[in-house]
């Protein structure tokens, strides 16, 4: 386990990720989402495992009908 710094560059396999993840939940893609691991760049070396990423789904499953996604961190 590393923490960044804050003037350290992110990977740029890392950015894509992200980047994807962010615009399918603001578009409401829940079947891109939820296929991640098939669709997104980067997807398995962004997150070998599943352990990790699982969480989200959870806040996402429980949020109400039409309610949108808040980002509040994108580094």
Do not use: I, Q
């Given at each position: 386990?590393?923490?960044?710094?804050?003037?350290?560059?992110?990977?740029?396999?890392v950015?894509?990720?992200?980047?994807?993840?962010?615009?399918?939940?603001?578009?409401?893609?829940?079947?891109?989402?939820?296929?991640?691991?098939?669709?997104?760049?980067?997807?398995?070396?962004?997150?070998?495992?599943?352990?990790?990423?699982?969480?989200?789904?959870?806040?996402?499953?429980?949020?109400?009908?039409?309610?949108?996604?808040?980002?509040?961190?994108?580094?």
């Amino acid at each position: 386990f590393r923490m960044s710094r804050e003037n350290e560059s992110v990977a740029p396999y890392v950015t894509e990720f992200r980047d994807w993840l962010a615009e399918r939940l603001a578009a409401g893609d829940t079947e891109a989402v939820v296929d991640y691991r098939n669709r997104a760049p980067h997807a398995l070396r962004a997150h070998p495992s599943e352990d990790h990423f699982l969480p989200p789904f959870v806040a996402y499953g429980a949020a109400a009908a039409g309610r949108r996604h808040e980002r509040v961190h994108a580094a």
